[in-house]
């Protein structure tokens, strides 16, 4: 019991550590045809699809609740095949980026840090990728464990929206 306490004191300071070693983006503006395309401080900009919130999953579900919007966390790893194409291929989809642009605010995990590692105990995550919808207050209304295309995700994503209204 007294080694739980530790190593759970250990991983809490490793946490506030790293979270003190991260660099802030600062705000970006792109020209492009001659509109200027203005990016926060907090999001990945992506070709098109889905624009990711860079922060924690406390920081994200605080946007969700001021923009009365779910929250949906991408949990992936760096070394997962099935991971990489959703990156490269489905969260680029346009018509799936407007909707969840309009319903979700979006995070993106990498499971092997230590706040990954922590989601995972928490949500009993074992297989990449996995992707949570989660209320405002971090509860599960739906999943998706393994690759998914752009449209059977965009179904999921409106299905979610669906069940919590």
């Known amino acids: 019991m007294k080694k739980i306490k530790i190593y759970t004191l250990v991983l809490i300071v490793s946490i506030v550590s790293i979270q003190g070693c991260r660099t802030i ?28 919130f860079v922060g924690s999953l406390i920081e994200g579900l605080e946007k969700a609740k001021v923009e009365n919007k779910l929250l949906f966390v991408d949990c992936y790893t760096t070394w997962c095949g099935p991971c990489k194409i959703l990156k490269q291929y489905t969260f680029k989809d346009a018509t799936l980026g407007d909707y ?32 949570l919808f989660l209320d405002k207050y971090g509860r599960v209304v739906n999943l998706q464990v393994g690759g998914i295309g752009a449209e059977a995700l965009l179904v999921k994503a409106e299905q979610t929206v669906r069940k919590k209204m």
């Open 25 to 52: 983006l600062q705000p970006v503006s792109v020209t492009q045809n001659e509109e200027v395309i203005s990016i926060s401080e907090h999001e990945i900009p992506v070709d098109q699809g889905i624009v990711f």
């Open 100 to 131: 969840m642009k309009d319903n979700y605010v979006a995070l993106a995990i990498d499971m092997e840090t230590p706040e990954g590692i922590i989601l995972a105990k928490k949500y009993g995550i074992e297989a990449y990728p996995t992707l």
